[in-house]
């Protein structure tokens, strides 16, 4: 299948992203150009095994161009515009350096602003228009939702791919921004380099995500429910399907028992708290 090959792929391109970063044969200005060069190299690599796939259904096709692709392309975008970023970077204090990058955030605001549509879209995982948006040779796509269609190569794009990658790339960049404004290092699109396998059933995480979702626990409530389960199916390593789809399977269950996962986490730490502070009478031989 395409996306094994392509997670390959990604990871080899991520090993090699790290490689140049641990460098120290290169400049910062060098860097950056080898993370481009790097980022574009692999977009082609992947453009050259598509070519010469033949997609196995039309679910697998949207699969590819709404989620594979897009992890690939954000990562040339993210690159081209840091570089682009540090280039343009005005010499001066670093109060008139603070003023340059926060103008830079305005300008990613306007953008987010001027696409709040497919930006919608995007955070909720909604699906009902994937088939006009990540199918390639699609006749009469929805223009008011995807206005840009860089990659004229049909073969290799479809109405909607660029603007999801660009969106997940614009993100990175304002988190970068926001991190230079207060001189925190950063490191995008980062993955934690120990491996954590959720080997529960999904939907108990579905439980908790759900949970954190509701109680506004994560940058102050203000983030969609499908992008923090993708954080949580990125840190575990595990797919959750749907998250609409799924929380019908959680309203569904009988009314005492809708949250067992939930339920079953406080049970667990409260009996964890009465053990440990219930009374041992060989504790206080032992110290006698």
Not at 25 to 46: F, M, P, W
Request: charged share 30%; proline share 2%; net charge neutral.
């Amino acid at each position: 299948m395409i996306k094994d090959l392509a997670e390959l792929l990604f990871k080899e391109e991520r090993l090699e992203l790290d490689a140049i970063d641990n460098s120290s044969d290169q400049s910062i200005t060098g860097q950056r150009k080898a993370r481009v060069e790097t980022t574009s190299n692999y977009l082609i690599q992947l453009k050259e095994r598509v070519l010469n796939y033949s997609f196995a259904s039309k679910e697998e096709e949207i699969c590819f161009f709404k989620e594979t692709k897009p992890k690939f392309s954000s990562l040339l975008i993210f690159y081209s515009n840091i570089e682009r970023i540090e280039i343009d970077k005005p010499e001066g204090s670093l109060s008139h350096l603070k003023g340059y990058y926060e103008n830079e955030l305005k300008t990613i605001k306007r953008f987010f602003d001027s696409n709040r549509q497919v930006y919608a879209y995007y955070r909720s995982e909604a699906d009902y228009l994937d088939s006009k948006l990540f199918l390639r040779g699609v006749a009469d796509p929805p223009r008011w939702l995807c206005k840009i269609r860089v990659d004229q190569d049909e073969r290799f794009s479809t109405a909607g791919d660029y603007m999801f990658a660009r969106i997940m790339a614009t993100e990175q960049i304002a988190r970068y921004l926001e991190n230079a404004v207060t001189g925190l290092d950063f490191h995008p699109f980062a993955e934690n380099d120990i491996e954590t396998n959720w080997t529960g059933e999904s939907i108990n995480l579905l439980e908790v995500a759900y949970g954190v979702y509701y109680t506004g626990q994560i940058n102050q409530g203000k983030i969609g429910i499908g992008e923090l389960v993708r954080k949580f199916e990125k840190v575990f390593n595990v797919s959750m399907g749907r998250p609409y789809r799924r929380f019908a399977e959680i309203k569904q269950r009988k009314r005492l028992s809708r949250t067992q996962y939930l339920d079953n986490m406080i049970k667990s730490i409260n009996k964890k708290i009465d053990d440990d502070d219930a009374y041992h009478p060989d504790d206080n031989k032992k110290h006698a």
